[in-house]
């Protein structure tokens, strides 16, 4: 039941009929204005838009209750449904008036609006309401509502009084759906593509500060914060309906720990639209499906968190769970014994190699050890005054070799023990078959959530993922979210990093990885691709004992000395950090090793960093060179004195597998990319190939490989006989000028005895 009390003739009607109490009190009426919790496609078009030929409502409000945040996420989902409809009746009167711009959509901006009311004109007159209806059939004709009704010139001063009011609320909210936004959703390809343009819009309105001026949904930090908090648990969320699922499952995907939006929401739209399907799928199933729905659930267990110059654990991301400070009290011979350890891991893969990779491994453990203060080293670079940067400092480490070289072992098992991870990643996780959220494309879907974590606002221990694809690197998403995370000088704070193992496959087109400077720059590839040696007994019970002794005691000592060691940064010690962004965790180790007299057990493995872009692809190279014919695929020159060999294209077809991803040009192109700048080899190639310095390259790999080339070529024993025929002609000259010498001394000397 509906009563209006007519304020201006003082009259309070029952049982009103909303539409005929306004057709009565407003002639040939052109706008209305109104301000409503709800509403819907069916009304506005069933009623609204016969009678009046401009509409502005201001809808999806919602109460500032515990949920608040839940009902506006749910609110701002069901814009899809005014757009679909649209989409999908493109001949409909709603559709048609949202384009000519004479119905317009608003939504709350930011702060709670309550307002129900309503303003009608026509070109001189008005009728307005004000009460606790809302623009729905129920209200209209089955709920027990009430409304205050004025009405009469917009020349009277209480008009202006009226659409100030509404004109107070209208900006106080920002565009749900006009002409504009219409206008470009229409364009999608299928319903899909509508939607994912729908959230991809919404998500870029959203925002946790007032921007002034900027048509934003602000959704407070803090009240998103305590939201996600209440829905942290499984239990928590098992109590929720599909579409309150679906609210907290977007609200963790668009905002951190803390309710900040996160900064890289790359692909955003379509990251949302494969949450409803999800959420409906899981909803439909009731969740039997075994897999993996939440992207947190991938997330390291247990967690490090920064504050204050200290480290916190707490057992996960988004445990609503105080986390406890992270503490050793690792000394005397406990301490000897895990520094022992430390050094016998990487004599392991010295020692039991064909080739030592004791160097790699020790790196790894460095970097592994140092991770949750990269972030500080990062800011370090970027204020020096020097050359370096913030990009200098790498955010994640590859092990890359082919099967059964040990990467694995190190970069999972005993990295795993090591650090006490729970959940060291296997590639295959991310398969849609296992995770709920996952792609066909399991690289695209690393990525995602790799940038999601790295954005994460809080975690600072490195995700670890055990054998990933190597072709991950050469795809542009991945190279763009890496350059941006490296790039982004905004990202000042606590940072976490990752860790890849990488199977490589000689032959495998998705084995290639990228060599591009700018990647390595940036992901510190670490070679593991010698095989074991030696006794096979020897070497597996050397390993097992290895994990068995592994623990995370040496890994939780040097966070708390590492603790101690950025909260006192010298001069000097800066200087140091520049020059090895690993120096802060090498002089942690080597302080606690000098107690023991341990330091010489790894002081060669200190002494630099390995550098992959030196040693990979000398093989490759060596055996392409072996291959080469002279003449053909090299051609030998001599440049300002030195020889030169010009590499010819089509060397590179012999080692191509006729794929696109790996023709002769690629396969230059990367072949290209394994010479070391460091060396001087070559500067540049073209379109049919590259000039290298014979000598500088033969100094990389350690050989004299292309030497021996030109030496045995046609092209030397032609130079060499150029070289000798030129010494013979100059001999005969130098002989024939000393006898035409000798034979006219010889000549003189016979005519003076004469006289």
Not at 471 to 490: A, C, G, M, V, W
Not at 744 to 755: D, E
Request: glycine residues 6%.
């Amino acid at each position: 039941m509906l009563d209006i009390l007519d304020y201006t003739k003082q009259k309070l009607i029952s049982d009103a009929d909303f539409w005929q109490f306004a057709e009565e009190h407003l002639d040939n009426p052109v706008e209305f204005k109104g301000v409503s919790f709800v509403s819907s496609i069916k009304f506005i078009e069933d009623q609204l838009l016969p009678r009046y030929e401009k509409v502005t409502l201001i809808l999806g409000l919602s109460d500032n209750g515990a949920n608040s945040i839940g009902k506006r996420m749910m609110q701002l989902t069901d814009r899809n449904e005014f757009v679909k409809y649209g989409y999908e009746h493109q001949d409909s009167e709603f559709t048609k008036r949202i384009l000519d711009g004479s119905l317009q959509l608003f939504f709350t901006k930011k702060e709670l609006i309550h307002t129900k009311m309503y303003l009608l004109t026509n070109k001189d007159e008005y009728l307005s309401f004000a009460g606790s209806m809302n623009l729905t059939e129920a209200a209209i004709h089955q709920n027990l509502e009430q409304l205050d009704s004025d009405y009469g010139k917009q020349a009277d001063p209480l008009y202006h009084c009226h659409l100030q009011m509404f004109n107070d609320n209208f900006v106080h909210a920002a565009t749900y759906l006009d002409a504009k936004k219409m206008t470009g959703f229409i364009k999608a390809k299928d319903n899909e593509q509508l939607q994912v343009n729908v959230y991809t819009d919404t998500v870029n309105m959203l925002e946790n500060k007032d921007k002034a001026g900027q048509n934003t949904i602000v959704l407070p930090a803090t009240e998103i914060k305590e939201y996600k908090d209440a829905y942290s648990s499984d239990e928590a969320l098992k109590n929720l309906s599909a579409k309150e699922k679906l609210s907290v499952a977007q609200t963790v995907k668009l905002f951190g720990d803390a309710g900040y939006k996160k900064r890289n929401l790359e692909n955003i739209g379509k990251e949302l639209y494969s949450l409803t399907q999800v959420v409906k799928h899981v909803t439909r199933d009731e969740d039997s499906s075994g897999k993996i729905s939440r992207e947190e659930d991938l997330y390291p267990k247990p967690v490090l968190f920064y504050n204050d110059g200290q480290l916190f654990e707490a057992p996960r991301v988004g445990d609503n769970v105080k986390s406890e400070l992270l503490k050793s009290n690792l000394s005397g011979d406990a301490l000897r014994q895990q520094l022992q350890l430390f050094s016998d891991i990487a004599h392991e893969y010295d020692n039991y190699k064909e080739v030592g990779e004791g160097w790699q491994a020790c790196d790894f453990m460095c970097f592994l050890f140092e991770a949750p203060w990269l972030w500080k080293i990062r800011n370090m670079y970027e204020m020096s005054p020097s050359s370096k940067s913030r990009e200098d400092v790498p955010l994640g480490v590859a092990l890359i070799g082919q099967g059964r070289t040990g990467k694995s072992t190190l970069g999972k098992r005993l990295a795993a023990k090591l650090t006490g991870s729970g959940n060291f990643l296997d590639g295959g996780i991310f398969d849609a078959k296992n995770y709920a959220l996952g792609k066909s494309n399991i690289n695209m879907t690393i990525t995602s959530v790799l940038s999601d974590y790295m954005y994460s606002d809080g975690p600072v221990n490195p995700m670890m993922i055990d054998d990933i694809s190597p072709d991950l690197t050469t795809r542009p998403y991945f190279d763009r979210f890496i350059k941006e995370i490296t790039n982004n000088r905004s990202l000042t704070g606590p940072l976490p990093s990752f860790i890849f193992t990488m199977n490589r496959r000689e032959g495998d087109s998705k084995s290639q990885f990228s060599l591009k400077p700018e990647i390595m720059r940036r992901l510190w590839y670490l070679s593991f691709e010698s095989t074991f040696a030696g006794n096979e007994k020897e070497r597996e019970d050397k390993l097992n004992d290895l994990l068995g002794r592994a623990n995370d005691q040496l890994y939780r000592y040097c966070q708390v000395e590492l603790a101690k060691f950025f909260n006192n940064v010298s001069h000097e010690t800066e200087q140091k950090i520049e020059k090895d962004y690993l120096y802060p965790i090498k002089h942690v180790l080597k302080q606690a090793m000098d107690q023991f007299g341990m330091f010489d057990l790894v002081k060669d493995y200190f002494t630099d960093n390995y550098d992959y872009s030196l040693f990979v692809g000398r093989n490759d190279w060596t055996m392409l060179i072996n291959q080469a014919e002279v003449g053909v695929d090299v051609t030998f020159i001599k440049q300002d004195g030195e020889l030169k060999a010009q590499i010819n294209k089509q060397l590179f077809n012999k080692v191509s597998d006729s794929t696109a991803r790996n023709n002769g040009s690629m396969m230059m192109e990367r072949y290209f990319q394994y010479l070391p700048r460091k060396y001087r080899i070559s500067y540049q190639y073209t379109s049919t190939g590259f000039i290298v310095d014979v000598n500088n390259f033969d100094r990389w790999l350690n050989s004299d490989t292309l030497r021996q080339k030109y030496d045995s070529s046609k092209v030397a024993l032609a130079a060499q006989k150029v070289n000798t025929d030129a010494k013979m002609t100059e001999l005969l000259t130098r002989l024939t000028e000393a006898q035409e010498k000798q034979a006219h001394r010889h000549g003189i000397f016979s005519w003076l005895k004469k006289k």
